[in-house]
């Protein structure tokens, strides 16, 4: 286990600070969904997602034992010790990219939950279970609407295509693995990111043909890395408006 | 309150005698506290003013969500993200339930929703307030859902079975944000850093009149009253609401060790009710109208996400047509 811990620490900051960055990006679309019930939908699922960070979080801050609780992971981190994928710190866009955003991390989500359900780690693995319930709802979901879009009218097809091309260029990183990742998969507590990354594969394939849409083919290194904290510029933007109140107030207690 | 100066299109109220003999068995029915469902007969004037009141508040809903929306992205821990989103998705559903609601008296939501974006259709005044510190989230979850819960609970009671279910189910979540939105306040007070009881104090000073104006006119000056009051639709007076609203906040705010920016206010033994000082119905009448701080930029927010999800929303129409000429060719 400790030979792990740091491991464990790490990856656990990622599957929470996915979650997180990917709730706070659909928290901006407060008011500005394109139906009422989008807005319920898409406030729902942001919902889960922070709600399944605050998990991971709480789990991670326990391990790290240094007096850090989840709300100061969460709000008192710099974007270079955010671990979240460069996908979801994507800008929302037109509701096109945010479909295509939600629903290349949602098949990435699914997949990798359904293998942390079996992780060895019992907490982990319940965690991941009851974050699977709500994410095996959060793709059918974007997966409809990937649907939807591409197969509605011809605007909404250009619009799905250039939203996909838009952000599939982050798939890369989103698929990719690295020591960390092979090391937890090896004892049986982490995802293994090939079989993941296979899996995820399958399912776009599947979804975009129904939507008559063509797969791209697959992203190529891009230079930065979520994981190691590499972001795109967005990120740190993102967490000066999410982090303001910590950070204005450092001694406050809300 | 979230529905506002309704107009009934009624100069006078008829007595029974006056009365045609339809008009006269829906009075009695009213009368008797038998709630108007959807298929039963009712006059037009009835049918047009819930169409109003409804849409009022369900637009109230759907606008009162941006003020929310302000701080949800910067809310200050999990938790309080956590409470103020589920609150936006509850005030989301109640705005599709009381859009049901409605349309069982034959109104169109997109219609009534255009009617919002030109201006025609009004929404409760608060919302055109901005929320300027975290406590606002707060005192909008105390103070604004407060002044509704207090509307809404007599309104369980209104004559319209549909909107009256609606306020039955709506009054159960509204308490739970109530007590969410004073607890945040409670913890600012009791916990906080002199800063922060300095934002509750300022979220307060505010909103506190805003709050007291949700009740709408003094009853003199409220002539559609005496209608809705006749129907049912409405079941007590603006100003009975608007005291007693007062009433059980004070206490609260006494509690809280924060003040109201009332120098009139204060307990009267002889009335058993609290008096408080002249509300500036100018500034009530000028936000209605249009010129509040936030007007403008709720009603563009509002009517540009319904501009710019129009080809989303003809993309879902399309598919869903497309996949039916499918299942009906196999």
Avoid at chain 1, 125 to 146: C, D, F, P
Avoid at chain 2, 149 to 166: D, K
Wanted: proline share 4%; aromatic share 10%.
């Amino acid at each position: 286990m400790t030979d792990n811990k740091n491991d464990l620490i790490e990856y656990l900051l990622r599957l929470g600070d996915n979650a997180m960055i990917n709730g706070q990006r659909l928290c901006e679309w407060c008011g500005r969904a394109p139906a009422l019930e989008e807005e319920m939908a898409l406030m729902n699922v942001g919902l889960d997602l922070v709600g399944q960070a605050r998990n991971w979080y709480e789990y991670a801050a326990e391990l790290l034992a240094d007096g850090r609780d989840a709300d100061q992971l969460a709000f008192r981190r710099d974007e270079r010790a955010y671990r979240n994928t460069l996908l979801v710190e994507q800008p929302n866009g037109d509701y096109a990219v945010t479909t295509a955003k939600l629903f290349l991390f949602d098949a990435w989500h699914f997949h990798t939950l359904s293998a942390l359900s079996a992780s060895s780690d019992e907490r982990i693995a319940a965690i991941a279970a009851k974050g699977l319930k709500e994410v095996t709802y959060h793709l059918r979901r974007s997966g409809e609407w990937v649907e939807r879009l591409g197969d509605g009218t011809e605007q909404s097809r250009q619009r799905m295509l250039a939203g996909i091309d838009e952000v599939w260029r982050f798939t890369f990183d989103l698929l990719s693995s690295d020591e960390i990742q092979q090391r937890l998969a090896a004892a049986g507590i982490g995802a293994d990111a090939t079989a993941v990354a296979a899996a995820w594969q399958a399912t776009v394939e599947q979804v975009f043909e129904r939507a008559s849409l063509p797969v791209p083919q697959p992203a190529s290194y891009f230079y930065l890395d979520g994981k190691r904290g590499l972001h795109t510029e967005h990120l740190g933007i993102l967490l000066a408006e999410m982090q303001f109140l910590q950070r204005a107030y450092p001694d406050a207690t809300w | 309150m979230y529905a506002q100066l309704v107009e009934t299109g009624v100069k006078r109220v008829k007595s029974l005698e006056e009365m045609t003999p339809e008009e006269r068995a829906f009075q009695e029915r009213i009368d008797a506290e038998i709630k108007i469902e959807p298929k039963n007969w009712m006059p037009d004037a009835y049918r047009q003013t819930l169409i109003r009141q409804i849409s009022q508040h369900a637009h109230s809903e759907i606008v009162g969500m941006l003020p929310e929306g302000n701080w949800v992205t910067r809310a200050p821990t999990l938790k309080r993200k956590l409470q103020l989103m589920a609150k936006i998705q509850d005030e989301a559903g109640h705005g599709m339930y009381l859009y049901s609601a409605m349309e069982t008296l034959g109104a169109d939501r997109d219609a009534e929703i255009d009617k919002l974006h030109s201006g025609k259709a009004k929404y409760s005044s608060i919302f055109n307030y901005p929320t300027l510190n975290w406590a606002d989230m707060g005192a909008v979850g105390w103070l604004v859902d407060g002044a509704a819960i207090v509307n809404q609970v007599v309104l369980q009671r209104t004559s319209y079975g549909p909107y009256s279910r609606a306020m039955i189910r709506i009054c159960k979540e509204e308490s739970f944000h109530q007590r969410q939105g004073y607890e945040i306040l409670l913890t600012m007070m009791r916990h906080g850093t002199q800063a922060q009881k300095d934002m509750v104090q300022d979220a307060i000073d505010r909103l506190w009149w805003p709050a007291l104006m949700m009740f709408g006119p003094s009853d003199a000056d409220s002539p559609n009253s005496a209608q809705s009051m006749a129907w049912k639709v409405k079941r007590m007076s603006n100003d009975d609401l608007r005291q007693r609203f007062i009433d059980q906040t004070v206490p609260q705010l006494e509690f809280l060790g924060c003040t109201a920016p009332d120098p009139d206010l204060k307990w009267n033994e002889e009335r058993g009710h609290y008096d408080f000082g002249p509300i500036n119905w100018q500034e009530f009448y000028d936000v209605l109208k249009g010129n509040g701080p936030c007007n403008r930029e709720r009603v563009s927010t509002r009517r540009k996400a319904i501009e710019d999800g129009a080809w989303v929303r003809e993309a879902a129409v399309a598919h869903a047509a497309k996949r039916q000429q499918k299942q009906n060719a196999a």
